[in-house]
């Protein structure tokens, strides 16, 4: 794990499931930085996604829509 990944405050998402599913990521980094830190919260010293806040307000947008429902 790096010193840059210890300091950040993870966060696991609102909208991760149950069964091991989770998604973390660090809004303090976010809004200091415009980028979006993601990891998977069974893997906290794996790497993370650095998503462009633009990118990841659309994403979040999409997933609140149910533009992502695979039960379709």
């Known amino acids: ?25 660090a809004p303090a980094t976010a809004s200091t930085t415009g ?6 919260s069974k893997n906290p010293d794996g790497p993370a996604l650095a998503v462009a806040t633009a ?9 609140k829509a149910g533009g992502f429902d695979t039960t379709t």
């Open 35 to 40: 980028i979006v830190p993601v990891r998977d």
């Open 1 to 25: 794990m790096t010193s840059e990944s210890m300091t950040r405050q993870w966060v696991k998402s609102s909208y991760s499931g149950n069964g091991g599913t989770c998604v973390e990521w």
């Open 55 to 63: 990118a990841f307000s659309s994403f979040v947008a999409g997933v």
